[in-house]
């Protein structure tokens, strides 16, 4: 917003502070603008005159509020604000770099919308930018994200047609909890009614979401992102359970949570959990782990951590030196 001393960039000042705190007070104006009172009281008049409804109460609860029916305004930011936009778009969505993307088309009408010099500066980062797509992230369809999110607002039952990753495609009527995102990946976090148990379901892997007349209350005290973390270290196809030579409070942070759940044990500590894929879980987590292990359950993580220990051991031998200067 215009930040300057005339009566406009006042007025307009004045419409921003009433749109991000409705309610706000004829003095608690009057301090942010730096005016007194009186000239508080005048640039919501400037406002009024402009055709903008302004509504005013008295009382404790009082205040000056924006009436239905305002238009949206310019949109106008600061330099720096414009450009941590872009980068954040860019950031969470590579592909909104071209414009015939659907996000990238929204960054279009909103870097066209800016005043001249602000807008250029955000359409030359956006030209400039080269952006690398992250292969770990997925996009939702946005259609089934809409659809979630208001169940999860309305509290209300849902069918999902679901894709595994192997391509089979099945039903589940689920109570919507929350919609998380971590790691660029979308999350519904759910109970499921065929399970009787808390559910995680990739989003960009829904195909389709059903209401349901039914409604549901969610846990008082649920934390979407912990219950998500927990929920991605338990009820893969592989058991796990793997003892660190080491107190929990020393190795906790080494872990991550969907590896499972540590527990302490005296002077060690007991990691149990599940795994989909024991070759990833033994050479890109429990390698990066700088403490002496055992792996106790799990035939499938105990034959990984042995592929990945003969492969460093060979890596040292000496016939392994040999062929390397032969080959230099």
Not at 14 to 22: S, V
Not at 69 to 85: I, S
């Amino acid at each position: 917003m215009p930040t300057g001393s005339s009566p406009t960039a006042r007025a307009l000042r004045t419409f921003e502070i009433l749109q991000a705190r409705p309610g706000t007070t004829a003095d608690q104006l009057a301090s942010s603008l730096g005016v007194t009172e009186r000239a508080a009281r005048r640039y919501v008049g400037i406002l009024r005159e402009a055709g903008i409804p302004v509504e005013s109460a008295r009382g404790p609860y009082g205040g000056y509020r924006l009436g239905r029916g305002t238009r949206l305004p310019p949109v106008v930011f600061t330099e720096e604000q414009a450009l941590g936009l872009v980068m954040a778009v860019l950031d969470g969505q590579p592909a909104a770099i071209d414009a015939d993307d659907l996000v990238g088309s929204a960054l279009s009408k909103v870097i066209r919308a800016l005043p001249e010099s602000i807008g250029r500066q955000a359409a030359a980062l956006r030209a400039h930018a080269s952006p690398a797509p992250d292969r770990q992230s997925a996009r939702p369809d946005p259609a089934v994200m809409s659809a979630l999110v208001a169940a999860v607002a309305d509290r209300r039952r849902v069918v999902v047609t679901y894709r595994s990753e192997s391509g089979e495609e099945r039903d589940a009527e689920v109570d919507p909890w929350a919609v998380v995102v971590r790691y660029g990946r979308w999350y519904l976090l759910c109970h499921s009614h065929r399970a009787e148990a808390v559910r995680t379901y990739r989003v960009d892997r829904i195909r389709a979401t059903r209401r349901t007349p039914h409604d549901f209350t969610p846990p008082g005290d649920l934390d979407p992102v912990a219950a998500l973390e927990e929920n991605l270290g338990t009820g893969w196809t592989y058991p796990t359970r793997v003892v660190f030579d080491a107190p929990r409070e020393e190795v906790a942070p080494w872990i991550r949570p969907p590896m499972g759940r540590l527990k302490p044990d005296g002077d060690r500590c007991v990691l149990v959990g599940s795994t989909r894929n024991p070759a990833m879980y033994a050479q890109e987590w429990l390698a990066t782990v700088p403490f002496d292990f055992v792996v106790e359950e799990g035939a499938e993580l105990r034959a990984a951590v042995a592929t990945v220990a003969a492969r460093f051991n060979a890596a040292l031998s000496p016939s392994s030196e040999t062929r390397s200067r032969g080959r230099g």
